[in-house]
């Protein structure tokens, strides 16, 4: 539904290309998606090395710089004026920026989201080509006409050559091997795979006698293929290799180079001697390598969060995190590994957002800053699984003061409270819904009344108490006196031990989750509202399997292990006649925390309502077999804490 | 406007006070009952900027003929989240249809449709206009047959936004040159690009390009949050 405000936009955008070169109905619809930004002189829209954002920018007034920054010293490269379209590199993916941007007037920007125009890129030819040309060209901005005095600036601009390399960071900043790995087309699929683990090496190149790219493969290719088809492991490689293979020559334009890989979505190109597949193989680029280029590893991220006090500064590397998150899921990295990552820099973002608040309120409450406690995240993000942004579950613990003293207590721990969410929300994370925030009163409290909390909800296990049990139950101490929590954790076992029939209650509770497959063995979905027809992934399959691995965690008495697929491995080792199921539980619940942040990442939300009918056969039936350890281990729950004899 | 509607006008104006309240309104009010905290800095608030067209300049009488508004969020106006409606009136204003050339409404919304959208749309963000009680008294008149009483949000005029920024706190606009702090200077001073005026959509567009240049001022000069933007 056009308004006068999508009129205007779309009329601006339609004098410009290569948006004029849009039908009507496209052009209302990238109109409609536009945010529009407003930056004061000398405000910078983007750094160089910054992630590129997921827009590219309309100048619709104003003036911005484009600005090369080498050993400090500052050379502009462009100056856009009205129209102009600038920071397209976001369309290749989320790649770091190679120039800065400067207002050098008050500038009105439109905002583009990638997402809109990427559509637009495949389906138009004339919008891609034009964006083709700009980058091959090695021109960052796309310009309409080149007017007078632009033509003038880039005659005076020397080294004309040396433009397409600063595009990217310059060819020399890669690494990529040139001793390659290759082997025969009639090689089999063992003999490869052993050739790859010798090495250490994830791909390997086919090539016939005379060195010539024939294919490739990959560890990834094997699994995948080989496992999907049902292949013996003594199938040629000529039969699962991808082929034809991309190739160039080494010494060829790297902006060519790059938005080849990018655009063809292909995680190797080869190198040869004349850039044909009929000459022999020289070497072989990863976008692995290209990522790891680009300074987006995570002891860069956590170097550089350690190093900031700004707010916008932490968002942004928590942003960059996400791209690495995304880089890791595609390419299988063990999820222990990935969790562990993204749990650390979690954590040092809350740490931060800590001692920012506790500094800007130490003048204010002398005293009470001295009170010791202990900050702590529940739920998911205690139980260090939490890899996408969502919900906040978070409290205080403080110790126990005089009664006089409580209220001004109190005051300081939920003004402290207070900010650290309002800092966690800045850097991108999601408020709790049901508010188990640290700056709610009721989770701000003594150590003697959170003991008491507990107590209650362990003494009446009512469907509230256990409701709260499975969240806080999950607690982890970020920061502060840590010792908080070992004497809560110890308190909670008492209780237990002493009210054994709470293990009996939480158990009847672990299994009210609905199964995730009906009776003719298809997906139950929602049935209705917005998520109509999916399948809720975190209320049918990973919530049950966090609850089980809790509750029987918790039958064992085991201190100290809060992720859902460490305390199945735990789990393993104490109950040596079922360890292969609570292996299998873990793997499942690997795999699902997998799937839900890859659907999260993709459609930037929660990731948690999955789509059956959009998951490929063998994803389908993945998901399928994750649901079989949840089966039995409800089975198993069920007889061991009677509750079919344990009334309601 | 049906036969039935015009009743319940009626009745509304002989029992004011004593609609009932549609859930709507329930739902908005309990919306706002939860507070924005004071240290919550600019970039994280939203914004609704609105404005509207009348049959003239009498608060107490004259009717809505169009509304438009668009959202602010993370300091970035939303297109995709601008609305324009346009109203069935029965007052016909001459002089009013020379400035907004509006004489048969498009696709006019129903006053119940209107509500409940509208009550929706603004949720609990800051609203903003440009010299917005005049607007916010005419959309009042508008909600009160379905039992609405006043604006629960927090409420900030760009005309006083941009006089305190210039001026100070205690500038009295009434000394200063007559239409220094109108819109459309108010644009032209702060480079916004005018295009169309006088349209309800047209004009909070503007307005809205507008506070995002004031916002970035009062951040400079260390207003940086909330409270000390509403103050």
Not at chain 1, 7 to 26: G, H, I, N, Q, T
Not at chain 1, 377 to 392: A, H, K, N, V
Not at chain 1, 475 to 496: C, D, N, Q
């Amino acid at each position: 539904m056009s308004n006068v405000i999508i009129r205007r936009v779309k009329e601006f955008l339609k004098l410009y290309p290569p948006f004029s070169f849009l039908e009507d109905a496209p052009l209302e619809e990238v109109a409609e998606s536009v945010e529009i930004r407003f930056f004061s002189k000398d405000e910078l829209l983007f750094s160089k090395g910054d992630q590129a954002q997921n827009c590219f920018f309309v100048l619709r007034q104003g003036s911005v710089t484009l600005l090369d920054t080498r050993d400090d010293k500052k050379s502009i490269i462009e100056v856009c004026d009205e129209g102009d379209v600038f920071g397209v590199l976001a369309l290749l993916g989320q790649r770091p920026y190679i120039l800065s941007a400067q207002a050098t007037e008050d500038s009105l920007v439109y905002a583009v989201p990638v997402s809109v125009f990427e559509k637009l890129l495949k389906e138009n030819s004339r919008v891609s080509l034009y964006f083709a040309a700009g980058f091959a060209s090695g021109q960052v901005v796309v310009r309409n006409d080149l007017s007078e005095s632009q033509k003038a600036r880039s005659v005076l601009q020397k080294n004309q050559e040396d433009r397409g390399l600063l595009i990217f960071t310059g060819r020399s900043d890669f690494n990529y091997s040139k001793d390659v790995l290759s082997c025969g087309p009639q090689t089999s699929i063992k003999e490869a795979a052993s050739l790859m683990e010798s090495k250490n090496v994830g791909s390997i190149v086919i090539v016939n006698e005379l060195f010539h790219p024939l294919g490739i493969i990959t560890d990834k290719d094997i699994r995948n293929r080989l496992v999907s088809k049902g292949l013996p492991n003594t199938t040629p490689v000529s039969d699962l290799m991808s082929s034809p293979v991309l190739t160039k020559k080494q010494d060829s334009d790297f902006s060519d180079l790059y938005l080849t890989m990018v655009k063809s979505r292909l995680h190797h190109l080869i190198f040869t001697e004349n850039g044909t597949p009929e000459s022999p193989v020289t070497g072989v680029l990863s976008d692995h390598d290209l990522l790891l280029s680009q300074g987006n590893s995570p002891a860069v991220l956590i170097k550089a969060l350690m190093n900031t006090e700004d707010i916008a500064e932490m968002a942004a590397i928590r942003n960059r995190a996400e791209s690495l998150l995304r880089y890791y899921l595609e390419n299988e990295v063990t999820m222990d590994f990935v969790a562990n990552i993204i749990s650390e820099i979690n954590d040092i973002i809350i740490e931060k957002a800590i001692r920012i608040s506790q500094n800007q309120l130490e003048k204010e409450f002398p005293e009470q800053s001295q009170v010791k406690f202990c900050f702590v995240s529940l739920g998911s993000e205690g139980r260090e699984e939490q890899l996408l942004r969502t919900d906040l579950d978070n409290a205080i613990i403080f110790e126990d003061v005089p009664e006089n003293a409580f209220e001004k207590t109190q005051q300081y721990f939920l003004e402290m409270g207070e900010k650290i969410v309002e800092i966690l929300l800045a850097c991108g994370f999601q408020p709790c819904p049901a508010k188990m925030m640290a700056n709610n009163p009721l989770w701000c409290q003594p150590l003697a009344v959170w003991k008491n909390y507990f107590s209650d909800w362990i003494l009446s296990p009512n469907q509230n108490a256990l409701m709260k049990a499975t969240i806080f139950f999950d607690f982890r101490a970020i920061y502060g006196t840590k010792r908080f929590i070992s004497v809560l954790r110890e308190h909670i076992y008492r209780e237990i031990s002493s009210k054994n029939i709470f293990l009996n209650f939480l158990a009847k509770n672990a299994l009210l989750n609905p199964p995730p497959l009906g009776f003719f063995r298809n997906f139950i979905l929602e049935k209705s509202g917005e998520q109509k027809d999916k399948f809720d992934i975190k209320l049918r399959a990973m919530m049950p399997l966090a609850d089980i691995a809790r509750l029987l965690i918790l039958s064992h008495n085991v201190v100290g292990i809060n992720n859902t697929f460490r305390r199945f491995e735990k789990l393993a080792e104490l109950e040596p006649n079922h360890s292969e199921l609570m292996r299998e539980a873990g793997k499942a619940y690997e795999i699902l925390m997998r799937m839900r942040a890859i659907e999260g990442i993709t459609h930037n939300n929660s990731g948690r309502y999955i789509n059956p009918e959009k998951l490929g056969k063998l994803q389908r039936q993945m998901l399928k077999n994750t649901f079989y350890p949840i089966d039995e281990l409800q089975k198993i729950i069920k007889v061991r804490f009677q509750l079919d004899y344990f009334g309601s | 406007m049906t036969i039935l509607e015009a009743d319940m006008r009626w009745w509304n104006f002989l029992f004011s006070g004593t609609q009932p309240k549609a859930d709507f309104v329930t739902a908005y009010e309990e919306k706002n009952q939860e507070k924005t905290p004071g240290n919550r800095p600019i970039s994280q608030l939203n914004f609704v900027v609105l404005d509207t067209e009348t049959t003239g300049l009498n608060s107490e009488k004259d009717d809505l003929v169009s509304f438009g508004a668009v959202l602010i969020r993370n300091e970035k106006i939303l297109v995709n989240s601008s609305r324009e409606y346009f109203f069935t009136t029965n007052i016909l204003n001459r002089e009013s249809i020379k400035i907004h050339e509006i004489i048969e409404p498009k696709n006019p919304v129903s006053d119940e449709f209107f509500a409940e959208e509208f009550l929706k749309y603004i949720d609990k963000h800051i609203i903003v206009g440009h010299h917005i009680g005049f607007d916010l008294k005419v959309i009042e008149r508008k909600l009160a047959p379905f039992g609405f009483k006043n604006f629960k949000n927090p409420i900030l005029d760009t005309q006083y936004l941009a006089t305190r920024l210039e001026k100070g706190y205690h500038y009295d606009l009434r000394t200063g040159k007559p239409g220094e702090y109108s819109l459309d200077s108010l644009c032209e001073r702060h480079e916004v690009p005018i295009d169309d005026r006088h349209t309800a959509a047209g004009d909070a567009f503007l307005t809205a390009q507008l506070l995002l240049k004031l916002l970035k001022k009062a951040e400079k000069i260390g207003v940086k949050d909330f409270k000390s933007l509403m103050r």
